[in-house]
């Protein structure tokens, strides 16, 4: 069965920043893409960086395109996301699953607020 674990989030001020780390279980890990996603109160979820299974391409949301960095570690099972320069409306549940496939974990919860 798979098994998706986020951690790494947390309440952090404006301009700080904060990496989170998703480890995944039940998959082939080092075949498989794997996304970051984001769900705000009141707002649809939304795609926020992907990374293809070697880690060679990267995609990311123009909201966060220059702040953000997702990354993955195959040996781990482990992808990250480095958020930078983080702003209020970074707001969200943050989840990490392998597209096309609809695999959720717990989610991590960031909140950027002063």
């Known amino acids: 069965q798979v098994q998706l674990v986020e951690s790494g989030g947390g309440l952090v001020q404006p301009g700080g920043s904060l990496r989170l780390s998703c480890t995944a279980s039940?998959?082939?890990?080092?075949?498989?893409?794997m996304g970051w996603y984001r769900q705000a109160p009141g707002k649809e979820r939304e795609v926020v960086a992907s990374i293809n299974f070697s880690g060679e391409r990267t995609h990311y949301a123009n909201s966060v395109k220059g702040r953000f960095t997702i990354s993955r570690d195959n040996a781990k099972n482990t992808v990250y996301l480095q958020m930078n320069s983080l702003k209020p409306e970074d707001t969200a549940v943050y989840y990490c699953?392998?597209?096309?496939?609809?695999?959720w974990g717990q989610g991590t919860q960031v909140t950027v607020s002063s």
């Open positions: 699953s392998p597209p096309p496939y609809d695999y």
């Open positions: 039940g998959i082939i890990f080092s075949i498989s893409d």
